[in-house]
């Protein structure tokens, strides 16, 4: 069964959409450049709503305040963009979190192998939620654990997984009715479509 996590969640429909339908993991956003961002404050709301793992995406941020974050906030785990990603990722597996590590296709086979690639489709300006997707049939990812990210709906999800065979996918646009507003019907329709496959 893929392994399917719900990012960028502002409301607690989101959550509960999420876990009704089956989701493994959720993602809060705490990066100011992302019209889903979270304050730490409303985070930590999230956080202690949601019965299922939780990951904290920044971007940019030092590893000391990514980690110092985490704790404060009670997640299972980190997703960091940026130049301070790789510190903020050894520090976060040394804490005994999880780590997303968002990377390019062709530098999947460069990360510890503790740490889960992250497949996406981010620019030097916008490191994820771009809504763009990836050339599927050209992806060759050297690992048994990665994820699938970029543009996935509840309308493409089933062709990317049958055709990129991830361990796990993550989506956060394309649930999304406008810029930043999830729906819950997306959410759900999304999972509908991963859990079938």
């Not at 089956?22 to 961002?37: E, K, L, M, Q, T």
Request: glycine share 10%.
């Amino acid at each position: 069964m893929t392994w399917v996590k719900i990012c960028g969640v502002t409301h607690p429909d989101h959550i509960e959409a999420a876990v009704s339908g089956g989701a493994d993991v959720i993602g809060v956003v705490c990066w100011p450049g992302s019209p889903r961002n979270v304050e730490p404050d409303e985070a930590a709301e999230l956080v202690a709503l949601a019965p299922l793992p939780v990951f904290l995406l920044t971007v940019d941020v030092a590893s000391a305040t990514t980690l110092g974050l985490a704790h404060r906030l009670g997640v299972s785990g980190i997703q960091p963009y940026g130049v301070e990603a790789p510190m903020a990722a050894i520090e976060a597996t040394r804490a005994g979190l999880d780590v997303l590590m968002p990377i390019r296709p062709d530098k999947s086979g460069d990360i510890p192998n503790e740490h889960i690639p992250l497949i996406d489709s981010g620019t030097a300006d916008k490191p994820g939620g771009t809504g763009r997707t990836l050339d599927w049939d050209h992806l060759d990812i050297p690992r048994d654990r990665w994820v699938l990210a970029g543009g996935l709906t509840p309308d493409n999800v089933a062709d990317a997984v049958e055709r990129t065979r991830p361990w796990g996918v993550d989506a956060s646009s394309g649930l999304e009715v406008e810029r930043g507003a999830k729906s819950p019907e997306l959410i759900t329709a999304f999972l509908d479509e991963v859990k079938r496959k």
